[in-house]
């Protein structure tokens, strides 16, 4: 299992070996893609991929991750998920399935959310076209397999940054932390702005300094960074 | 019936979640004595319930908590290494196969349908994650019940004593026949149970877009 990945990978030393090594696991995993995307504590990401640069330009113009189904359950759980059981519904999601379809990203998908130390996350996926029945096999045959594999490419990923990943202690003010919270609890603006009893305009100013200081790239990364560091009252 | 939720989920359960975290209270504050945070209102909570981790409960018919534990990856900030390490040798259990499951709590008055409720519900979360194990931090003293319940944790280390004895140990998930046990205990069939648990997890919709 994975043997001759791992050989490859201790060889591995800077990120273009990784990605690779990476690009090489689609073959080792007998699966048609391979994403590997890392968001370190200092907001830097690092993402590997197989799929086609039109897609990766056309995701990253329209700012797919806002709407995402996959990206939105991975930065928020950590149990390993099959793309068929997440929520496909409403219009955009819809179009955006057919259009990552017609990408190639195919039919079928499974993601390994990663939670990494303070405050790192990850995502690690496979994509492919198949048939129901044949995906629900591979998945169940060759979990371990990939749930390893992603854990071994975070390390291996972790390692070769690890001097430019200085674990920063990122304190958010009172108000910063409501801020984050209501959007954690999936209030949009305006009612999180009322509940705070605060207008929107000061609520986006809360909003974006606690992006600044968690170095996050958008709001949904800021919310899943301060949400996987334990900065909210989410409970 | 059995609900697993992650905390920024608990929302959409208000009474669930708020009288888990009273029992929570009641069991380790008030009954065991650790050393743990209690609200005003008696409600316990401490810095890995921030984490999002995910609870398994036990909900009674009228929707209040019948009991409870809580999952968080090896992987990431978790109770056993940050706190635990001199009942393990100093060993840190980090594996994407391994989560840590803790507060495992049971409400007053709740009996052993309960405890064999969350065993299983521990049990089908492992499972349906590929997990080979679960590392626990208990009440030492429920060693001898979770053994009565057909399955029963290698204790790796203990400290204190009497009721202040706490123990870390491994569950694993591939034990012949324990599922089996554990749903004929709780008087459930494999499909229901399955049922319960997805559910729980599936469909988890994406943030409101007008935020992001």
């Known amino acids: ?235 | 019936m059995l609900r697993y939720i992650y905390a920024d989920d608990l929302r959409r359960a208000p009474k669930l979640a708020r009288t888990m975290f009273r029992d929570r209270g009641e069991q380790f504050h008030t009954r065991l004595n650790w050393k743990v945070t209690v609200a005003g209102d008696g409600s316990e909570r401490d810095e890995y319930d921030a984490l999002n981790p995910l609870y398994v409960i036990w909900e009674r018919p009228d929707g209040s908590h019948g009991g409870s534990l809580r999952f968080l990856p090896t992987t990431g900030p978790c109770m056993v290494n940050d706190h635990f390490l001199h009942l393990t040798d100093g060993v840190k259990i980090e594996s994407p196969l391994v989560w840590e499951c803790t507060r495992f709590c049971l409400a007053p008055g709740a009996d052993t349908r309960v405890s064999a409720a969350l065993m299983l519900g521990g049990m089908e979360a492992g499972r349906a994650s590929f997990l080979t194990h679960a590392v626990g931090v208990f009440d030492a003293r429920m060693v001898r019940v979770y053994r009565r319940l057909s399955w029963g944790p290698i204790i790796l280390g203990t400290c204190g004593t009497g009721r202040d004895a706490i123990s870390v140990g491994l569950w694993a998930f591939q034990e012949d026949g324990v599922r089996a046990r554990l749903l004929d205990r709780v008087g459930v069939s494999s499909g229901v149970s399955e049922g319960w648990l997805t559910q729980s997890l599936d469909g988890i919709a994406a943030l409101d877009p007008a935020i992001a």
């Open chain 1, 1 to 235: 299992m994975l043997e001759s990945f791992l050989e490859r990978l201790e060889g591995v030393e800077t990120l273009s070996d990784l990605d690779a090594a990476i690009l090489s696991l689609s073959s080792e995993l007998d699966v048609e893609h391979v994403v590997y995307h890392s968001v370190k504590s200092t907001g830097e990401q690092y993402a590997a991929l197989t799929y086609s640069d039109e897609w990766v330009a056309r995701y990253l113009e329209k700012d797919y991750a806002r709407i995402d189904p996959v990206v939105q359950a991975c930065i928020r759980r950590f149990h390993p998920i099959d793309w068929k059981r997440l929520n496909w519904s409403g219009k955009a999601v819809k179009s955006f399935l057919h259009e990552a379809i017609d990408s190639g990203i195919g039919n079928q998908g499974f993601s390994v959310p990663i939670r990494g130390p303070s405050g790192q996350f990850a995502l690690f996926t496979v994509s492919g076209s198949e048939k129901d029945d044949r995906w629900a096999t591979y998945t169940q045959e060759r979990s371990r397999e990939l749930i390893l594999a992603s854990h071994y490419v975070n390390q291996k990923a972790l390692e070769i940054e690890c001097g430019s990943d200085q674990l920063e202690i990122v304190s958010l003010s009172p108000r910063e932390t409501d801020a984050l919270t209501m959007l954690a609890l999936g209030f949009n603006r305006a009612q999180a702005a009322e509940s705070l009893s605060i207008s929107e305009h000061t609520l986006r100013v809360y909003i974006e300094s606690a992006r600044f200081k968690l170095a996050a790239s958008n709001t949904t990364h800021a919310v899943a960074r301060a949400m996987n560091q334990g900065l909210l009252n989410i409970c």
